[in-house]
């Protein structure tokens, strides 16, 4: 077993007083953020295909819209209990943070650059990817690693969609979030809740 704790885990630890939060705070979180993408971006590409509106390209805004205020909530929850975040659960936190702004920037760049359908969904998809097999490395969570490999796939083959078959990019960012964060979160929940 590997002891590579910093000195306030120890002391938490030895003492049993204080909960150790290994995990990023709030374990629902990949799975609200996933859902969320996945919902939105597949309504979005549903709603493009029946009404070709030009406002049913920005309903990925209700992503942050919803979602920031149930992951306060989450978050507020959770420091309600006595704990001391590890390293790897701060950075994993902080990643996810960058993530969320980048794609947040990159689509109202995009979007307002009038290239949303050509380069902001890959990247997106991408930086979700990426961020997915990061936090499986630090976890040590294999399906998390293999899950953001497999997003990461996703995106950029989804680049390959150009001309009449943009839209195809949205209906790929919805699969990476199902296959990066919803599934890899239901996963880890579950190896969390049985102590694996």
Known sequence: MEENFDALEVIARTRGKVEMDS?????????LWGAL????FLLEFVLW???????CLWLWIGIPAIGGPW???LLRKDHERTHIRTKDAKVVLDMWIFVGCASCVSGFLFGFAGVYTTYAIPLIGLLVGIGAFIT?????????TVGGLVGSAIAIGSFLFRDDMWTW????????????????GIMYKKSVCNGV
């Open 71 to 73: 992951m306060a909530y």
């Open 37 to 40: 993408t996945a919902v939105f």
């Open 136 to 144: 499986g490395e630090v976890l040590r969570f294999r399906p998390k």
């Open 169 to 184: 990019q949205i209906l790929a960012l919805s699969l990476v979030s199902i296959v990066s964060l919803v599934i890899p």
């Open 23 to 31: 995990t990023p705070t709030g374990d629902n979180l990949f799975i």
């Open 49 to 55: 295909q029946l009404l070709q509106a030009q406002w």
